[in-house]
């Protein structure tokens, strides 16, 4: 019974995440699959502060830390670097807040997509620029309050899975920390699938901006996914869809009822996001063979 | 240039964040800790039920069996016979019906009769001797304490054998003699003299107080009551555990095509059933409503589907003598509810009198203790004897239990407080390690909000089938099917093991901060570094089955 889960330790304790963080066990996760013989970049985000106070590191790899346009580009030019050395085994990964991915690496991104870089991008997506003070991103959902949201956001949360697999890239995969070995599959499947950019978005609640207890973020993970709001599921060269874990008959609102960022909304408002989620279930479903 | 300089950058990565100490932002830790499930709470021997539940799930059926019979040496008659308190506490009653432990007990009782298994010889003999006044649920649990102890035990008991109720007074077709016997031949095998057809009277207390250094009284409750309607010399008026008695014993007492019986417990529904299977017709009559009858459900419920008639919520006032049949007449009556608990007071309701005819009236309306000559030997009250915590009667050296001593009359019940009054008789010999491990008061019981109901798929219970109702009718063969093994290992993997770590290691795989390492020397198999250790909870909340507690903490 329980979880059977392979870790190789590249991720250490001592680190500075908040308790609880859902981004800290997300990195566990991946950086204890990838395994040592990787190289992974990081731009500003709760990621590189989680990375290590210099001159200690919590990532028993060489960790790059790039600016927050470019991690998709620093990854790729350390990748094409490796394999001009006669090095094709090292991992180059760029681990990425939603900020730095929905929209201010977007362009490096897409453009590193386009190209079929051979790297494994992974979005931690904790739906807002938390490490400057929850601000939104586009990644921040309908009506979620952020500092810069008050009265919740007024547009829908960018669909960069979606965006992604347009890109006909050869792996995207939607993860979350409440299913650890889901997340742990498609980190090894994506390491399997070489000679492409393999684009991961893990979804990592964020227990002070999201207004749940520090003990509760695996749990608000599945929330998300059994309330239909985060099917997790993945795609294949941007067109082979499958489902891992769909809505369970949880509502929206069971979702919104446990965090504060929602705590401003009206039963008409939960009616409304419920049925937005429906509507992007529906649409999403049809892709599923 | 002479020699290379090697730029090193200014900031230079040296080492790991795992020197720091994250420990100090702390105000509270988890801790892993065994804590007791409700079903456990609820048990009257304290059974481990979570522990053997798991054995089962494991597939380790002489483990469980043997962690059953810890507390309890009778599993196959319990688990026909019990009234399940254990399942009513149970977690999983809220999220989908409790796990059919009784069911379950039953499969590994009947297993280890099947296999042959018997107890461990006691480790030491001790020459301390106790007697027994006794050989029922509550007599044969002592006994079998004591001599797991090494305590040399003499059981006396006025029947010809042992079992007590078990044997003389429950159907066959509710529980079979074989299994009866087959469990108390295991405890006798552990070396416990017996000596059966022999009544003790309080006479003989004396000369058991001679040869004996202790005596543990648990004869039970015998005496049945009686209606003063009825006049005691009336052949066409018997007691219902004579009746039963003599069911067992292949005599039948003679009774007449209409049975009515008067009661609405266990006993009043035995005799129905079991004067319908004599292919006569039965009308229960019974005092209080159906929902609140002292016999359990299933048990109403089955002789009606047997054919039985039930007018509850109904008394008799008056016996007319047909000259060969009775005529009893009857009004329908609520109970009283401002009156103190144990107390039982019938309003009538006017204008719902109805009569009943009977050529044999059974009363099954309770038995009390035969204690008239021990009054002047042991404390007696309300019927019953006194006893304290200790189970001692109010003579040095003399303890009592069961039905003897208790208002509850369940057979668990008795085998809890015999094997209580063993540890007990046992610490009062000189054996003062003869302690029952427990839970510290501090130790919260497991509710069902504490169990992550995520890694329990729903999944309906499964309870024992029941034999087609002729065939039911037709004789005394046992009733009620066991369970078949997938049925069985299906229940037991239902259970959700509340407060007991089956080392799934979600606590460990769910730490943000890789703080609760599996540790082989710990008992609760973890350990928890309190270096990195930063209080999130994570691991409190992802337990599934409420195995960790919370420790606060002043810095
Ligand atoms: C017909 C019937 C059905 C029942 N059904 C259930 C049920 O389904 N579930 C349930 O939980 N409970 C049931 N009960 C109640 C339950 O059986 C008793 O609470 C339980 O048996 C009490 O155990 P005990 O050891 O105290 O007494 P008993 O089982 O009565 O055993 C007492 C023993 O002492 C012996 N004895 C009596 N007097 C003397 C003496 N003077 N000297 C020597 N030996 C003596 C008797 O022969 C007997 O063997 C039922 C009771 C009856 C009568
Ligand atoms: C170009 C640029 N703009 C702004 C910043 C300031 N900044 C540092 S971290 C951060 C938040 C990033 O948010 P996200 O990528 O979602 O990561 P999170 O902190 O939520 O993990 C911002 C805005 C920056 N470093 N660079
Ligand atoms: S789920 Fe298992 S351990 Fe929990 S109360 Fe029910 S039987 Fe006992
Ligand atoms: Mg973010």
Redesign the interface.
């Known amino acids: 019974?329980?979880?059977e889960?392979q870790e190789e330790k590249v991720?250490?304790?001592?680190?500075?995440?908040?308790?609880?963080?859902?981004e800290?066990?997300a990195l566990?996760f991946i950086l204890n699959t990838l395994g040592k013989d990787a190289i992974a970049v990081v731009p500003p985000s709760c990621i590189a502060i989680i990375s290590?106070?210099?001159?200690?590191?919590?990532m028993?790899i060489p960790v790059y830390q790039t600016t927050l346009e470019a991690s998709a580009a620093s990854a790729a030019g350390i990748k094409r670097a490796l394999i001009s050395k006669g090095n094709n085994h090292t991992n180059v990964v760029a681990i990425a807040g939603d900020g730095g991915t929905y929209d201010i690496g977007f362009q490096a991104l897409s453009a590193a997509a386009e190209r079929n870089e051979d790297i494994i991008y992974v979005c931690l997506d904790n739906e807002g620029y938390m490490n400057t003070g929850t601000q939104k991103s586009s990644a921040t959902p309908s009506m979620a309050f952020t500092t810069s949201t008050p009265a919740g956001k007024l547009s829908p949360k960018k669909n960069v899975p979606e965006i992604m697999v347009a890109h006909n890239i050869p792996y995207m995969a939607t993860a979350t920390t409440?299913y650890?070995d889901d997340l742990v599959r498609k980190v090894k499947k994506a390491m399997e699938i070489k000679g492409g950019l393999r684009f991961i978005n893990v979804l990592t609640p964020c227990l002070a901006g999201w207004g749940v207890?520090?003990?509760?973020?695996?749990?608000t993970s599945?929330l998300a996914v059994q309330s239909g709001i985060y099917p997790l599921y993945e795609v294949e060269n941007g067109e082979t869809y499958t489902l891992n874990y769909g809505p369970n008959g949880l509502s929206v609102a069971d979702y919104v009822a446990t965090q504060k960022r929602y705590r401003h909304l009206s039963p008409e408002d939960v009616e409304l996001l419920q049925a937005e989620v429906n509507h992007d279930w529906e649409k999403l479903q049809k892709k599923f063979k | 240039m002479s020699g290379t300089v090697k730029r090193v950058p200014s900031i230079w990565t040296t080492g790991s964040t795992d020197i720091l100490n994250t420990g100090t932002w702390r105000s509270a830790i988890a801790v892993h800790e065994k804590r007791p499930a409700p079903c456990y709470g609820a048990c009257p021997v304290d059974g481990e039920i979570p522990i053997w539940v798991q054995q089962v799930r494991n597939e380790e059926f002489n483990a469980a069996w043997l962690t059953l019979v810890e507390n309890n040496p009778i599993p196959a008659a319990i688990g026909r016979t019990c009234h399940r308190p254990c399942e009513g506490a149970c977690n999983r009653t809220e999220y989908d019906g409790a796990v059919s432990i009784n069911a379950l007990e039953q499969y590994v009782g009947d297993m280890a009769i099947r296999e042959g298994w018997a107890f461990p010889a006691p480790a030491q003999e001790s020459q301390k001797m106790v007697a027994v006044i006794g050989g029922g649920p509550a007599g044969l649990s002592c006994a079998y304490q004591l001599r797991r102890k090494g305590i040399q035990v003499t059981i006396f008991d006025a029947n010809p054998e042992l079992g007590g109720v078990l044997r003389y007074g429950v159907p066959e077709y509710r529980l079979p003699k074989k299994m009866v016997a087959a469990e108390i031949e295991r405890i006798t095998d552990l070396g416990v003299k017996v000596v059966a057809g022999r009544k003790l009277t309080g006479e003989d207390l004396g000369e058991l107080e001679k040869n004996f250094s202790a005596i543990f009284v648990a004869f039970g409750a015998h005496d049945a009551k009686r209606l003063p309607l009825f006049t005691k010399s009336d052949s066409r008026v018997l007691d219902g555990i004579d009746f039963l008695r003599s069911i067992r014993l292949d005599a039948p007492l003679k009774i007449g095509r209409k049975i009515v019986v008067i009661g609405g417990g266990s006993v009043a529904m035995d005799v129905a059933g079991s004067a319908l299977r004599l292919g006569q017709q039965a009308q229960i009559l019974a005092l209080e409503g159906r929902a609140v009858m002292p016999a359990p459900e299933d048990e109403i419920e089955d002789v009606i589907e047997e054919g039985a008639l039930l007018h509850d919520g109904a008394m008799v006032k008056a016996v007319e003598d047909l000259s060969g049949s009775l005529l009893l007449h009857c009004i329908n009556v609520e109970l009283d509810q401002n009156v103190s608990p144990g107390v039982i007071r019938p309003i009538e309701i006017a204008g719902t009198e109805f009569t009943l005819e009977a050529d044999t009236v059974v009363l099954a309306i309770g038995q009390d203790p035969e204690l008239a000559d021990w009054e002047d030997r042991i404390q007696v009250s309300k019927g019953m004897a006194v006893v304290d915590a200790d189970y001692k009667t109010s003579r040095a050296g003399v303890f009592a239990a069961g039905d003897v001593a208790n208002i509850e009359r369940f057979v668990s019940t008795a085998v809890g407080d015999g094997k209580r009054a063993a540890y007990s008789i046992a610490r009062y010999l000189g054996h003062q390690d003869a302690v029952e491990e427990g839970f510290a008061d501090s130790v919260k019981e497991v509710s069902f909000k504490d169990i992550n109901t995520f890694y329990f798929p729903t999944q309906k219970p499964v309870e024992r089938g029941k034999v087609d109702v002729d065939i039911r009718k037709a004789g005394f063969a046992e009733i009620r099917l066991g369970l078949t093994d997938e049925q069985a290992l299906d229940q037991a993997r239902r259970c959700f093991s509340c407060g007991s770590c089956i080392e799934c290691d979600n606590c460990a795989i769910f730490c943000p901060d890789m703080a609760i390492l599996k540790d082989a020397d710990s008992p609760l198999y973890y350990k928890v570094l309190d270096q990195y250790c930063k209080g999130c909870g994570c691991c409190l909340e992802e337990c599934p089955r409420g195995a960790m507690g919370v420790k606060e903490e002043t810095k």
């Open positions: 019974m329980g979880y889960i991720f250490n304790s001592g680190h500075a995440a908040c308790p609880g963080c859902s800290a066990l566990r290590g106070p210099q001159p200690l590191s919590s028993s409440g650890p207890p520090d003990s509760a973020g695996p749990k599945r």
